[in-house]
């Protein structure tokens, strides 16, 4: 259990108000970082329950699950997941598991499934987030003419300068961002 999770969970009050699924995507998106960090360890850390449900739920398999209905976590109980894990998995002479037995299934007929529009074979364009933030100082630059000292007025056009070029950062990381996903 990391220090992360114990300081989350100090007031059990507060968790329905948490982002669980930004923090699933956090968790994973710092996971390969950590790793990298410390490959000694050998363990990948993260929302394991959820990287262990998508590869289960990709495997093609004889029982019957509905594959259109979420959340998919629920048709994995301990019997299924024993089913697919014995179906899925061989040992070798020192008795070492590997995994890959059972092929990927189609992702058509799933949740998992995007239909590409049949007209074009290139992919969909992904708009930023916004095009801009307002310009403060263009914005309040009447009402800081309205300052009557000087030096005032300069700090003032200033800390708007610096608020200006940080939300043009912040734009760019979300974009980023937007883009990554």
């Known amino acids: 259990m990391r220090c992360k999770d114990v300081y989350l969970t100090r007031d059990l009050s507060r968790l329905p108000g948490f982002n669980w699924c930004k923090?699933?995507?956090?968790?994973?998106?710092?996971?390969?970082?950590?790793?990298?960090?410390d490959k000694a360890n050998k363990s990948l850390s993260g929302c394991s329950i959820l990287l262990i449900i998508l590869y289960l739920d990709n495997l093609q398999c004889k029982d019957r699950i509905v594959h259109t209905n979420t959340p998919r976590a629920k048709y994995f109980d301990q019997n299924v997941i024993k089913k697919l894990i014995s179906a899925d998995?061989?040992?070798d002479q020192q008795g070492k598991s590997t995994f890959g037995l059972l092929?990927?299934?189609?992702n058509i007929n799933t949740c998992y499934y995007m239909p590409q529009h049949?007209?074009?074979?290139?992919?969909?364009?992904?708009?930023?987030?916004a095009t801009?933030?307002?310009?403060?100082?263009?914005?309040?630059?009447?009402?800081?003419?309205?300052?009557?000292?000087?030096?005032?007025?300069?700090?003032?056009m200033l800390a708007l300068e610096n608020f200006d070029a940080e939300a043009k950062k912040a734009l760019s990381y979300m974009n980023i961002g937007q883009q990554m996903l």
């Not at 923090?23 to 996971?31: E, F, I, S």
């Not at 049949?118 to 987030?129: A, G, H, M, T």
């Open 23 to 37: 923090a699933v995507v956090n968790d994973l998106r710092d996971a390969p970082v950590t790793w990298e960090v």
């Open 89 to 91: 998995r061989t040992k």
């Open 103 to 106: 092929p990927p299934r189609n």
């Open 118 to 129: 049949l007209s074009s074979n290139v992919p969909p364009s992904i708009e930023p987030l």
């Open 132 to 156: 801009h933030f307002p310009n403060m100082q263009a914005e309040l630059h009447e009402l800081v003419d309205q300052i009557g000292s000087r030096s005032r007025k300069m700090r003032a």
